[in-house]
């Protein structure tokens, strides 16, 4: 019953990204709550954090529920190795590559 939150975390997360095997959900307990530490692949960000948060906000909301009914506080934290920086990292790679020997020639 106590694991109930983790549980249900990784059936929706598993449910979501490309690698399912990947999912890994660490569960601890503090004095503000349970924290829930997600990890998963690299390249299944984008599915559990969504287009502007919505998903990840959608799964704290669910978290919230289940840990209201379980009388306890539930936190989410997506743990990312790289940083947040995905989507930076791949702009500046593909501005280094930009051609502009269209322009080159330009007499402005």
Do not use: C
């Amino acid at each position: 019953m106590e694991e109930q939150d983790k549980n249900f975390l990784e059936t929706i997360v598993k449910n979501i990204v490309g690698n399912p095997n990947d999912v890994v959900v660490e569960r601890t307990i503090d004095e503000r709550g349970v924290l829930l530490t997600l990890k998963i692949n690299p390249a299944d960000m984008g599915y559990v954090i969504g287009r502007k948060g919505q998903t990840a906000q959608a799964i704290r909301t669910l978290l919230k529920i289940v840990g209201a009914k379980n009388n306890s506080r539930v936190n989410l934290k997506i743990y990312d190795p790289e940083g947040g920086n995905h989507r930076n990292n791949e702009r500046r790679e593909d501005n280094d590559h930009v051609d502009t020997s269209a322009i080159d020639d330009l007499n402005i």
